[in-house]
């Protein structure tokens, strides 16, 4: 049982896992804030809508990494926290197996079923933004595997106590996307497909130096004999997280579509910015909350529930505070945030209503950082489900009525207003959520006596 987590101060421990914990969520953003801005100078408008019609692919392999990463985390952790350290092996076991067989599965039907995918499903239709979409889509397909094992691995390692191995394996991908970006897109001149070239291999490259944790000889995460009934465990943990990261590809397909047919193309170039800009500030939250699973899974197991919620405090504030700066950046330079994924002719030729727009979407971003800590909390502290729930219910069935109701109201240039309209909704409903979670037993935190197996 690791006692540190259990005894030492709140407040320090807190500190020691935030900062790597931030850098190593950022590996989504690192990943898709680089290609969209080497494409959108490059090429422009249009090479930015035709990636961002293939963002919810790469969004989705990083939701079942994310699934099985951090419920098996959180199991891994938990197990720990009561002793049944075979238990917690077995955890990683079965997150690692299931991981591999997805990856496997997966990149052989997204590479033979690309195009069909993209036109049909993605919303590229049969005109030209279709081969550009598939000439970024095919690279980022093939890199499925990758995806799948950087956002699985990172969680396993910050809760065996190596937060700062994942973030140097993130910073080291992450610098060499960005790098074989340019190298490829401008010297190369490869355009889309040395965008999604140089993603996949910065993604190989992540994971490569993460799975040398697995030579260090005081590690936890060893190799025990997979138990499948481990698996719906591994789930339910990973639910909340599951959903949060496919939030992120619900919301761009969605949006994608709500923006073309009351914007047009102009909609679609738009909604790329706000994505990327949602998705710079889901990474920093997913790192905030990330940064708290290992200690609330282990004080809400070990029955210390007074621990888990000072954790909880510290989470919340640094959520709502980095929310605050974004929105208010938005508000006060709308102009340098478009200016950061397009260059200066495309943002002139975007219409006057742009940067209202802009402002709109972003004013979301102080509650969001409440709730997407909230709800990613809720699994840590033995609510799975609760956690899972509230995850779905904030995409698809809240946004898209709350898009079309907005556009209804205000309209074509209204659809903004969703994504705080959604986020008010949902987050009162967390904190009573929290709050109930907070009045059970410590032994109803820490899952009961089925929680304990036998190795």
Avoid at 315 to 329: P, R
Avoid at 346 to 354: E, S
Wanted: aromatic share 10%; glycine share 12%; hydrophobic share 55%.
């Amino acid at each position: 049982m690791n006692r540190l987590l259990l005894e030492a101060p709140i407040g320090r421990l807190f500190a020691h896992y935030l900062f790597p914990t931030v850098c190593a969520t950022l590996v989504t953003a690192i990943y898709l804030f680089a290609d969209t801005v080497m494409v959108g100078y490059r090429l422009g408008a249009e090479g930015v809508a035709a990636l961002n019609l293939i963002v919810p692919l790469e969004f989705a392999f990083f939701a079942v990494g994310s699934l099985l990463g951090n419920g098996g985390g959180i199991c891994f952790t938990r197990r720990l926290s009561v002793g049944d350290v075979v238990g917690a092996r077995r955890c990683f076991a079965v997150a690692m197996v299931a991981g591999a067989v997805f990856a496997a599965v997966a990149t052989v039907a997204c590479v033979l079923g690309l195009r069909p995918l993209a036109a049909h499903v993605l919303g590229a239709g049969e005109g030209a933004l279709l081969g550009a979409a598939v000439e970024y889509g095919v690279f980022i397909a093939a890199g499925c595997p990758a995806f799948v094992a950087v956002t699985l691995l990172a969680p396993f390692l910050r809760h065996d106590r190596a937060p700062r191995r994942a973030m140097a394996a993130v910073l080291a991908g992450g610098l060499t996307n960005i790098a074989l970006d340019w190298l490829f897109m401008y010297p190369l001149g490869m355009g889309l497909a040395g965008a999604g070239l140089a993603t996949a291999l910065g993604a190989t490259l992540t994971a490569a130096i993460m799975l040398t944790h697995f030579r260090q000889p005081a590690r936890n995460l060893r190799w025990a004999r997979p138990r499948w009934r481990l698996l719906p465990q591994v789930v339910g943990f990973g639910g909340g997280d599951f959903l949060q990261e496919l939030t992120g590809c619900a919301t761009v397909l969605l949006f994608n579509r709500l923006a073309l047919a009351n914007l047009g193309e102009t909609g679609l170039v738009l909604y790329g910015v706000v994505a990327n800009d949602l998705l710079v500030m889901t990474a920093l939250y997913n790192g905030v909350a990330q940064a708290a699973h290992p200690l609330t899974a282990a004080n809400a197991a070990a029955g210390l529930p007074g621990r888990a919620r000072r954790v909880l405090t510290y989470a919340l504030g640094t959520a709502a505070g980095v929310g605050m700066v974004g929105a208010a950046f938005a508000a006060l330079f709308p102009g340098l945030a478009l200016r950061a994924f397009l260059p200066a002719e495309a943002v002139a030729a975007l219409p006057g209503a742009a940067e209202g727009a802009l402002r709109a979407a972003l004013l979301c971003l102080p509650l969001m950082g409440l709730a997407q800590i909230a709800t990613l909390q809720l699994p840590a502290l033995g609510k799975p489900w609760a956690g899972t729930c509230f995850a779905f219910l904030r995409s698809g069935p809240l946004l898209l009525p709350l898009g079309l109701l907005s556009a209804w109201l205000a309209g074509p240039w209204g659809i903004w207003w969703a994504f705080a309209a959604a986020e008010a909704t949902v987050v009162p409903l967390l904190f009573l959520a929290l709050r109930q979670a907070f009045r059970r037993e410590s032994t109803d935190l820490s899952g009961g006596e089925p929680f304990r197996e036998a190795a």
